[in-house]
């Protein structure tokens, strides 16, 4: 990672004010969020989304003529171009041929990709921006840190600054009062200005009309007092059927800014008359802009069913800690990721797309049904591609990949992390999971790992069989989860094995782009799974069970390895979850817990990887409930304990206060004890308390319920 | 029904809502708030009312009588008028939104630049939603389809909630029964 892009981390999250304002915003978001969307089917109201704008997108040419075309027809000037410069070019030339001096925005992303305002200042034109967010950052001399609320890092502190300096007199920082001062400074401005530029939430190819939305309502000022009005649009906000504006209309609001509609939406279908008489001189700029390339990707043409909300910003638990700057200068957060890396260009997204732990919370909230975290995956996998694995990682892969030097290793590394041990902890262990952050103590190697373990273990003979995959953690650090497990699966007459040619299951390669040598894992994998009949193949690790139930197959088609694909697809046909195979298990009779036991107060932590891909989060509660404990839900109960895999060693700057605030909201439901189903999470979670002495235990739920067995 | 809906979820975003059953009680309540008010012909507290059908039948000149309530509309008279009153001619009861065909600019003026925005709305006109309206105002009829929900609004400073940026800072809505409507 750049220097510079780490030293942007550090200075944002050691800045109180903008992780201060962010953090509150994005725990009262998602409250309100929910609330705004109360009776209303989201899944279905976001399929449709999808489907509409998916149909634009494979569309675009012809959209883009149907709507020139009925633009033309009610007197607006459509003007349609892939260049940016030419868009500017364009502007400049209208303004130059009307003698335009001033200008008023209203707040528009795709003004500001091409960077317009710098371009036509330089012209010796006069750019006002009347968006009150977007007026603050123009005052600064900043770029918006949010599609939706731009000057969301500032404070009403530093806002005060400004516009004393502005109006040349010392104001107070009261809100109400700075809200009136830029009403009385922009009125003027909208009255005198020559032309208003905006950009649109919509355009609507069968009508010609382009839809605006604000709250402020300087949209409608932009639109209604200049005599020329240009709106930029980029033609993803292209819709096919004026019906449709209904449907966006119903999720965009509620999903930036939690409210049912913005205080004012003006659909606009060609020119009206001015207040003098004369007829409005409008001008349609449909920008393409890279955007036909991207619909012509298969796997990025879903990126153009974005509507721009940003909730996906809003949600992220790493935007939530650094803001936008750090993303970049236009588009922020994990779509901001995306379209960075084409309105600008693949590098520039090398280091932000580093920055994505994973955690899925943005594809849950995404109205236009976007898999933003794979997206980011395959940024990730054509940077790899284009520019190779850096050697460190390299070297590190080269090792997990040849599973006897890598288990061996781990083995030289029980013992030689022994002196560093205090009780189960150590500081440091060597290799890839050197250098790890502080604020977390790290799991002891185990002396003896699982696989050493399991061949002592005694099994009665069953009939149904289980392949047990174990993933590193638990073979190395976390045996005991593994014995739990088979006592457990033995309980239900089920008999374990342990495949030994097992190896690491490719995540940790995948996830850096690694794609070759995630495959390489997969293959392994495969052979050593299916060598013998099994009904299930068990694994009590969600991060492998997502590999193995859906990551090697997406591997091996992102690779074209199809001849893979067959055997791919039979073992996750019998993979499976530990938290769902126990229900199914107890569901059927064939496995019960002691009744009636009062066990006291427990919480639960939601893996990303078990809640959002495997979609598993009630079954564990119910079983722990069924053993005889009491939940109580702490805050924010299934946002990322800051783990991620490698995530936390590359950037423990941002791990390790996601994880600070994990302990804080495990800790204020005063319960003893903290379950979960993943031992990457229990590293995570069990470390951070450890080094904050916290009277709280981190367990796997297979733990718990093999202690409360029915005998 | 609607109308419970309507007023609810108006109110929910800082508008208020008032019904009469006669055209007669509503117009006795617009004077009586604009007097409260504080109406006057002087800058910054003169009414604008821009041509609505409710006007229709209304003897104008008694109207005109009325000290600071005008009829004729500019932009400079908009700019500095504390009152606008118009007509929108549909409410969605699901959002509280007011619609308006305003391809003419005045309907805009009025509704934009002064501080306080009445809106009189004919009962008749509340629809339930969206989709509805949509499939009933279409952009061949009119070039300016105008939705207002509540006053303008702003949370760019601190995400702290503020009313009234360069929009109106008070959405004042008078449905009146006897108005047919829904154009």
């Known amino acids: 990672m750049d220097n510079a892009f780490k030293e942007s981390i550090q200075k944002a999250v050691n800045n109180a004010n903008l992780t201060g304002a962010l953090g509150k915003f994005s725990e009262a978001y998602k409250v309100n969020r929910a609330k705004a969307y109360e009776g209303i089917d989201f899944e279905e109201l976001r399929e449709k989304i999808a489907l509409l704008k998916g149909y634009a997108a494979s569309h675009l040419d012809e959209l883009s003529d149907q709507f020139t075309q009925n633009a ?69 001399g900043q770029t918006p840190s949010h599609m939706v609320m731009p000057a969301i890092h500032m404070t009403k502190e530093e806002v005060s600054d400004l516009f004393s300096k502005e109006v040349n007199e010392r104001l107070s920082s009261d809100i109400p009062r700075l809200v009136k001062v830029a009403r009385e400074q922009l009125r003027p401005a909208f009255l005198a200005a020559d032309m208003g530029i905006s950009g649109a939430n919509i355009a609507v190819a069968e009508t010609g009309s382009i839809v605006l939305m604000t709250n402020e309502g300087n949209a409608r000022l932009v639109t209604s007092l200049p005599k020329i009005h240009i709106a930029l649009i980029g033609i993803e906000k292209l819709i096919a059927q004026y019906a449709d504006v209904a449907t966006i209309l119903k999720a965009l609001p509620r999903s930036a800014t939690a409210q049912l509609l913005t205080s004012y939406v003006s659909i606009i279908t060609g020119p009206t008359p001015n207040s003098d008489g004369s007829m409005k001189d409008l001008h349609i700029i449909l920008m393409d802009n890279r955007r036909s390339e991207m619909a012509s990707d298969p ?107 890598f288990h061996g290793m781990l083995r030289a590394a029980s013992i030689a992390g022994k002196p560093f041990t205090s009780g189960k902890f150590i500081r440091h262990l060597p290799l890839f999971l050197a250098d790890l952050t502080d604020g977390r103590s790290l799991p002891a190697i185990a002396a003896e790992p699982f696989r050493d373990r399991f061949k002592k273990i005694r099994q009665p003979e069953c009939e149904e069989k289980a392949a047990f995959y174990a993933g590193c953690l638990i073979d190395f650090a976390y045996p005991e989860m593994g014995e739990a497990l088979i006592k457990i699966l033995n309980k239900a007459g089920i008999q374990v094995l342990f495949p030994e040619d097992q190896t690491c299951c490719g995540a940790p390669a995948r996830y850096n782009g690694a794609y070759e040598v995630a495959a390489s894992n997969a293959v392994d994998n495969i052979n050593a799974l299916l060598r013998e009949e099994v009904t299930y193949v068990i694994s009590a690790c969600p991060t492998c069970t997502v590999a193995l139930d859906h990551e090697f197959i997406s591997t091996f088609e992102s690779l074209g390895q199809t001849e893979w694909l067959p055997r791919a697809r039979k073992l996750a046909g019998k993979v499976i979850d530990f938290s769902t195979l126990v229900t199914k298990l107890v569901d059927e009779g064939r496995l019960s817990l002691k009744e009636g036991r009062v066990l006291g107060k427990i919480t639960y932590h939601d893996s990303c990887h078990l809640k959002r891909t495997l979609k598993v989060s009630e079954q564990p509660r119910n079983l722990l409930k069924k053993a005889g404990f009491e939940i109580e839900e702490m805050f924010e109960c299934d946002t990322c304990c800051g783990m991620g895999g490698s995530y936390s060693m590359k950037l423990p700057e941002i791990s390790a206060p996601i994880l600070q605030r994990k302990l804080r909201n495990i800790m204020e439901t005063g319960a003893p004890v903290v379950a979960m189903d993943c031992p990457g999470c229990v590293m995570q979670i069990r470390g951070g308390l450890d080094q904050t002495g916290a009277a709280v235990t981190a367990r796997h739920t297979v733990e718990l319920l093999a202690d409360q067995l029915d005998l | 029904m609607s109308y419970e809906q309507f007023k609810t979820r108006a109110e929910g975003v800082s508008a208020e809502v008032h019904r009469f059953v006669t055209k007669e009680a509503a117009l006795d309540f617009l004077f009586r708030f604009l007097q409260k008010e504080g109406v006057a012909d002087a800058p910054q507290a003169y009414a604008l009312w821009a041509d609505s059908p409710f006007i229709e039948g209304i003897d104008r000149e008694s109207l005109e009588n009325i000290a600071g309530l005008k009829f004729e509309i500019t932009r400079e ?65 009119s070039a300016y389809i105008a939705m207002i929900t509540g006053p303008s609004r702003t949370a760019d400073i601190e995400r702290v909630l503020t009313i009234g940026v360069h929009g109106p800072d008070r959405l004042v809505i008078v449905f009146v029964d006897e108005l047919g409507g829904g154009k």
């Open chain 1, 72 to 140: 033309e027809a009610c007197g607006a000037k459509v003007f349609r171009t892939n260049d940016p410069a030419k868009v500017r070019e364009y502007i400049l030339a209208v303004a130059r041929d009307n003698n335009v001096k001033t200008v008023v925005k209203s707040k528009s992303m795709a003004t500001e990709e091409i960077h317009l305002n710098p371009y036509l200042e330089k012209a010796g034109i006069e750019v006002r921006e009347t968006d009150l967010g977007e007026w603050i950052i123009q005052l600064a």
């Open chain 1, 299 to 405: 796997k990025f043409k879903q990126a153009l069913q974005c509507i721009r909300c940003a909730s996906c910003l809003n949600v992220c638990p790493i935007f939530r800690l650094v803001g936008g700057h750090v993303f970049g200068k236009v588009y922020t957060g994990g779509i901001g990721t995306i379209l960075t890396a084409w309105f600008d260009e693949l590098k520039k997204s090398e280091d932000i797309q580093g920055l994505c732990i994973q955690c899925g919370a943005c594809k849950d909230v995404c109205p236009g049904k976007i898999d933003i975290p794979d997206l980011i995956m395959e940024i990730r996998r054509r940077l790899v591609q284009e520019q190779g694995v850096p050697l460190l990682q390299k070297s590190i892969y080269a090792v997990v990949n040849n599973r006897k030097l």
């Open chain 2, 77 to 141: 008279l908009a700019t500095n008028a504390r009152f606008g009153i118009n007509q929108m001619e549909w409410a969605l009861a699901d959002t509280g939104t007011l619609v308006q065909d305003s391809s003419a600019i005045e309907q805009r003026l009025v509704s934009s630049l002064p501080s306080i925005h009445i809106a009189i709305v004919p009962t008749s006109g509340i629809l339930p939603d969206m989709p509805t309206l949509l499939g009933m105002l279409h952009p061949k009829e």
